[in-house]
T-cell receptor
Framework: DGGITQSPKYLFRKEGQNVTLSCEQNLNHDAMYWYRQDPGQGLRLIYYSQIVNDFQKGDIAEGYSVSREKKESFPLTVTSAQKNPTAFYLC??????????FGEGSRLTVL | GQSLEQPSEVTAVEGAIVQINCTYQ??????LSWYQQHDGGAPTFLSYNALDGLEETGRFSSFLSRSDSYGYLLLQELQMKDSASYFC?????????????FGQGTELSVKP
């Protein structure tokens, strides 16, 4: 089945550690996005990529990094420089009409 | 910069009609989208308006007025399963419209 797969679903991290969240899509979409969601809040854009080997910072990119080496994959690394990393992270891809298709999310908790 | 404003919460009863408003401010504008998110789940697409007017999809309709930088989502014949958060989102002109910005979300509670 086509869709967006995020892993892991739940992740615990000690302070000072980097973690990488995986996002894979088999929808053949060019554009992919990472959003962060805090409890009771909206989605804030971290990074986005409109094509392979290219990506742009969103509104809250500090402390995060991404790569887009393959069309299907857009991993997000949460670095130790991110001061408040505990959040729900959502990956999405966008089709030609502009509709976003989201993964089920990864919930990161810093201990 | 960009900003979107929508009410934080709305309560309605089963069978009723509810309207969720969204006003936006962007450096450019490609269109207004609406997404639904149930607690702890992934957002799902509901509708998209690029031009002024009303778009109807079953019980849900969405309206856009570009001159007023305003849109709304209309939910009719409310059901308990409609209890969720609803987000408006805009596509910004920057970087060929690739940037999508979301509002803070409106939590809809449907009561029996």
């Amino acid at each position: 089945d086509g869709g967006i797969t995020q892993s892991p679903k739940y992740l615990f991290r000690k302070e000072g550690q980097n973690v990488t969240l995986s996002c894979e899509q088999n929808l053949n979409h060019d554009a992919m996005y990472w959003y962060r969601q805090d409890p009771g809040q909206g989605l804030r854009l971290i990074y986005y990529s409109q094509i392979v080997n290219d990506f742009q910072k969103g509104d809250i990119a500090e402390g995060y990094s991404v790569s887009r080496e393959k069309k299907e994959s857009f991993p997000l690394t949460v670095t130790s420089a991110q001061k408040n990393p505990t959040a729900f992270y959502l990956c999405a891809s966008k089709d030609g009409t502009g509709e976003l298709f989201f993964g089920e999310g990864s919930r990161l908790t810093v201990l | 910069g960009q900003s979107l404003e929508q009410p934080s919460e709305v309560t309605a009863v089963e069978g009723a009609i509810v309207q969720i408003n969204c006003t936006y401010q962007t450096s450019g504008f490609y269109g207004l989208s609406w997404y639904q998110q149930h607690d702890g789940g992934a957002p799902t697409f509901l509708s998209y308006n690029a031009l002024d007017g009303l778009e109807e999809t079953g019980r849900f309709s969405s309206f856009l007025s570009r001159s007023d930088s305003y849109g709304y989502l209309l939910l009719q014949e409310l059901q308990m399963k409609d209890s969720a958060s609803y987000f408006c989102a805009v596509r910004d002109m920057g970087n060929q419209g690739g940037k999508l910005i979301f509002g803070q979300g409106t939590e809809l509670s449907v009561k029996p």
